[in-house]
C-alpha cells in the first residue's frame, strides 16, 4: 500500500518566517511515500526555492501542478524554464505538465497539469471580475516593461492601465490567451489519459483549475456567471468525460485547488472530483490517499 499526502494552494511565500519549517513539521508527522500538490506554491521569484526546500527536507518524491500565482511576477516561459531545470537536476521533483503517466502502484496511475480558467462556464462577456492575474502575469499585461536589469515598470500610467484593462479588446485578448493556456491541457490529456487508462484500474489527475461548475465553489455555493469563468476551465472536464465514458470500467479522480473552497462530485460513475479548502497563511494536509 502506498500512502499519498495531496496538498494544494499552500502559497509558502506568504508564511512567516518560521512558517515552512512549521509546515514541513506537519508533513513529516504523516508518513507517506508520495506528495502531490495541485499547484499555488509561491510566486514566480520564489516557487523554484521553496521547491527546493522541499526537496532537500523530504525523501519522498514531490509531483506537482502550477498554479496561477506561482507565475505572478514573472512571464510563463520564464517560469516554466526555470522549474524545468529543476526538475532536470532534481531526482525527485516532477513537474506533471512535462510528465507522461507516473506509477503509484501496479494499479493506480497519475497525471497532471496545470490547466487554465477558460472563460466558457458563467457568463464572461458580462463578467466585471478583474483577477490579480491580469495585472500580476506579465504575459497577460501588456504595460509592464523590462530593463536590461530585469527591473520591471509600468510607463504610462496608472490611468492608462486601468482603461486598457477594463475594454472589451483587452477582455477579448485575455480570453484568448486563458484559452489557449487551457488548450494546453486538453493536449495534454488527450495525449496521456488514454494511455493510463489502458494500463492502470484507476487513475489521478492532478491540476490547478476545478474543470466542473460542480468543483468550482465560493462562498459556500456553486461559483455565479461572474466568477466561473475565471475559475474553471470546461474543456477540460468535457474533454474529461468524453474520456471516461470510453473507459466504464475505469475510474478517475480529479484533484483541483484555485477556489480555496473545499468541494467534492461525483460526476459520471467513475469519475471523482476534489477540490481543496486553502487559507492563505495556514497550508493544510488536504488528503492522505492509501492506495
Ligand atoms: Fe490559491
Ligand atoms: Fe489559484
Redesign the pocket.
Known sequence: MKKIIWLS?I?LNLLPKNGIATFVEIIKKRPSDTIWIS??IAEADSVVDFLSTMESEFEQPINFVL?N?DYYLGFFNEVRFKIRKLCSESGRLCWLNDSDVVEVTKEVGLIGHDSWADGRFGDYKNSDLLLNDYFMIWDFNPFVKKDVSGKQSFPGGIKNILSHFTSTQAKQSRLLKMQALAAEAVQHIEMHLCDSLKKYKKVFFLTHVPPFREACWHQDKISDDNGLPHFSCKIVGDTLIRIMKQYPDRHLTVLC??T?CRAEAQILDNLKVFAAH?EYGIPEIQKIFKL
Open positions: 494552494d502559497h499547484g499555488d498554479g500565482h485547488g484555485h480555496h486553502a
